[in-house]
């Protein structure tokens, strides 16, 4: 029976998670079925998921291939949001040299997800000289190419000698019975 109610889908909360991995070449394929498992779990569909892991497959490939001896381990920061997700590959390397074409063009790419909780300094003010944009850059690998295809918006943040920060953001259109919006109830 049609009561005249309009059903409407259950808000979506703000979710963050950290996965910590030794710089080792199994953290590849372990990264890749751990957050697989995760965003699938919380109703993500398969198509943005696989984007997401192709992504963050080729920074964490990064990061074992060009940070440099010292990385101990990295990060892989993911936050989930009503319209969007963002994952962060931060490593504590040797970060990019100064002249690495990978940081030869200064305007920032600017294509954020609508979600303030998914925004960061750069987008809601002026562009932070640290953050290198990857839209427009020279041919400098597959692995940013490839980032760019599958994801929104892709930047580089680096300081030489200190790290490197890998941040994607993709929007997602969340089902109205994704397992995550009634994480809400729960809490
Ligand atoms: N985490 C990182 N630490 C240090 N340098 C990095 C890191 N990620 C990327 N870079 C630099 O950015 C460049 C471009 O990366 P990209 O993944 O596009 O290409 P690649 O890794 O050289 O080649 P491919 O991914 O095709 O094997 C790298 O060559 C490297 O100099
Ligand atoms: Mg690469």
């Not at 990978?102 to 562009?127: T, Y």
């Not at 290198?132 to 929104?152: F, K, N, Y």
Request: glycine share 10%; charged share 25%; hydrophobic share 40%.
């Amino acid at each position: 029976m049609d009561t005249g109610v309009k059903m409407r889908a259950k808000p979506m909360p703000d979710v963050k998670f950290c996965l910590v991995f030794r710089r080792e070449t199994l953290s590849v394929p372990v990264m890749r079925r751990v957050l697989g498992d995760t965003l699938r779990g919380l109703g993500m569909d398969e198509e943005s998921v696989y984007d997401i892991l192709l992504a963050a497959t080729e920074a964490c490939t990064n990061v074992l291939t060009h940070g440099g001896r010292k990385v101990r381990g990295y990060e892989v920061l993911t936050s989930l949001g009503a319209v969007g997700c963002q994952v962060e590959v931060a490593d504590e390397g040797v970060g990019l040299a100064p002249g690495n074409p990978a940081l030869s063009n200064s305007a920032l790419l600017n294509s954020a997800l609508s979600n303030p909780a998914l925004s960061n300094s750069a987008e809601r003010g002026a562009p932070d000289p640290q953050q290198t944009p990857i839209a427009q850059l020279p041919e400098s690998g597959r692995g940013l190419a490839v980032m760019r295809a599958c994801v929104d918006n892709v930047t580089l943040d680096s300081r030489p000698g200190r790290g490197t920060v890998v941040t994607m953001r993709k929007r997602i259109r969340w089902p109205d019975d994704a397992p995550l919006r009634q994480l809400r109830a729960a809490s």
